[in-house]
């Protein structure tokens, strides 16, 4: 039983630290907290997102319903639904994208990229990598919904939010964490994954799979996943080049941009 306890506590603590969710105080004494349990909770990432999708989910269902036959329905319902996704974890990888985009784009050697991701003020890549971001994220939402209905939103919210913080950790097994060179507090999370994290969260990302599929085919949900796999090779590729590695902040970066792809995936193939 220590291995399904220790695995349990994992998950809570994935939660309070990729969630804003409150977690009761006698559950968040029995977790604990060190160093160990917060590598391990790396691997239930994906099981914060269909946390997070859940919300997202309700929201979508429950003003486009309240909404019908508004033209403007499904518009309304993935705007609504994106905010909550945003407010249950407190923009956490929206400010990663942003961080990563003003890194990326600044003059200058590794070190001077790294120092603009540390800047706490956000720069004009980061503010438009920000907007583009949530224009994507409400304007394919509203398109799969409007083609498939709700349950086809709820779908995609559900594999999008699970696998793409899977593929991220790509990322974390790939790449080698650089963040300490900036003070990043993720040091102790992301600095490494082991295979068996790995496992773990790819048996989270295929219970999300699987439940989409019963939603909406399986072959739409592949399609989706090839489109995000690709934008997490482009991206895994700019960082090593730029970066040779990654901080905390590119796995948000990393986050956004599969969860975007899965979306724009679904939508092609639906």
């Given at each position: 039983?220590?291995?399904?306890a220790?695995?349990?506590?994992?998950?809570?603590l994935?939660?309070?630290y990729?969630?804003?969710?409150p977690v009761?105080?006698?559950?968040?004494?029995?977790?604990?907290?060190d160093?160990?349990?917060?590598?391990?909770?790396?691997?239930h990432?994906?099981?914060?997102?269909?946390?997070?999708a859940a919300?997202?989910?309700v929201?979508y269902?429950a003003?486009?319903?309240?909404l019908?036959p508004s033209p403007?329905?499904?518009l309304?319902?993935?705007?609504v639904?994106?905010v909550?996704?945003?407010l249950?974890?407190?923009?956490?990888?929206e400010?990663?994208?942003a961080?990563t985009?003003?890194?990326l784009?600044?003059g200058?050697?590794r070190?001077?990229?790294?120092?603009?991701?540390?800047e706490s003020?956000?720069?004009?890549?980061?503010a438009?990598?920000?907007v583009?971001?949530?224009?994507a994220k409400?304007?394919?939402?509203?398109?799969?919904?409007?083609?498939?209905?709700w349950?086809?939103?709820?779908?995609?919210?559900?594999a999008?939010?699970?696998?793409?913080?899977?593929?991220?950790?790509v990322?974390?097994?790939t790449l080698p964490?650089v963040?300490?060179?900036?003070g990043s507090?993720?040091?102790?999370?992301?600095?490494?994954?082991?295979?068996?994290?790995?496992?773990?969260?790819a048996?989270?990302?295929?219970l999300?799979?699987?439940?989409a599929s019963?939603?909406?085919?399986?072959r739409l949900?592949?399609a989706a996943?090839a489109?995000?796999v690709?934008?997490?090779?482009w991206?895994r590729?700019?960082?090593?080049?730029?970066?040779?590695?990654?901080?905390g902040?590119?796995?948000?970066?990393?986050?956004?941009?599969?969860?975007?792809?899965?979306?724009?995936?679904?939508?092609?193939?639906?």
């Amino acid at each position: 039983m220590k291995p399904l306890a220790q695995s349990a506590r994992a998950l809570v603590l994935a939660v309070q630290y990729f969630t804003r969710v409150p977690v009761p105080p006698a559950l968040a004494r029995w977790t604990g907290f060190d160093a160990g349990l917060q590598r391990a909770s790396l691997a239930h990432f994906p099981a914060a997102g269909l946390l997070v999708a859940a919300v997202g989910a309700v929201c979508y269902a429950a003003v486009q319903r309240f909404l019908l036959p508004s033209p403007f329905a499904h518009l309304a319902a993935a705007v609504v639904s994106t905010v909550a996704t945003v407010l249950v974890t407190g923009a956490l990888h929206e400010d990663g994208l942003a961080d990563t985009a003003d890194g990326l784009s600044a003059g200058g050697d590794r070190e001077a990229a790294l120092a603009a991701m540390k800047e706490s003020r956000i720069g004009g890549a980061g503010a438009m990598a920000l907007v583009l971001a949530l224009l994507a994220k409400i304007g394919l939402l509203s398109l799969i919904g409007s083609a498939g209905g709700w349950l086809a939103a709820v779908a995609a919210l559900l594999a999008a939010h699970a696998v793409s913080r899977g593929l991220a950790l790509v990322i974390v097994a790939t790449l080698p964490h650089v963040g300490r060179e900036t003070g990043s507090k993720s040091i102790g999370m992301a600095q490494r994954i082991e295979w068996t994290g790995l496992a773990v969260a790819a048996s989270w990302c295929a219970l999300a799979l699987l439940a989409a599929s019963l939603i909406a085919p399986l072959r739409l949900w592949l399609a989706a996943l090839a489109v995000a796999v690709l934008a997490l090779l482009w991206l895994r590729r700019l960082l090593a080049r730029r970066l040779q590695g990654f901080t905390g902040d590119c796995l948000g970066a990393a986050q956004q941009l599969c969860e975007i792809a899965l979306y724009f995936g679904a939508a092609l193939a639906a």
